[in-house]
């Protein structure tokens, strides 16, 4: 049974920070990309970041370049999110995913996050 256990967020001021991890079970974490999506109120939900199991540089939002960075640890099993500079426009729900390589949409979820910025 593959489970994400997310853990971190919360409330912080403009231009703090958080950091968001992972932890991944029940899967071959090293085959799998690793990304951070996020749902603010009211709109879609948005890949923020992601971490190829092939490796190489993530891919990051243009919203958040700069400023957050992904990070994964294979022999842990575990992704993280550092997240400085945030701004108000960060508020959501976020959610770490995992998808297999042959796979072309995220598989799996996890419990989800709620980060609030308040200016």
């Known amino acids: 049974q593959v489970q994400l256990v997310q853990s971190g967020g919360g409330l912080v001021l403009a231009g703090g920070s958080l950091r968001l991890s992972c932890a991944a079970s029940?899967?071959?974490?090293?085959?799998?990309?690793m990304g951070w999506f996020r749902q603010a109120p009211g709109k879609a939900r948005e890949l923020v970041t992601q971490?190829?199991?092939?490796?190489?540089?993530?891919y990051y939002a243009e919203s958040v370049k700069g400023r957050f960075t992904i990070s994964r640890d294979n022999a842990k099993n575990t992704v993280s999110l550092q997240m400085n500079g945030l701004k108000p426009e960060d508020t959501a729900v976020y959610y770490c995913a995992a998808k297999a390589q042959s796979t072309l949409k995220y598989d799996y979820w996890g419990q989800g996050t709620q980060v609030t910025v308040s200016s």
């Open positions: 029940g899967l071959a974490f090293s085959t799998y990309t």
């Open positions: 971490s190829s199991w092939i490796g190489g540089s993530p």
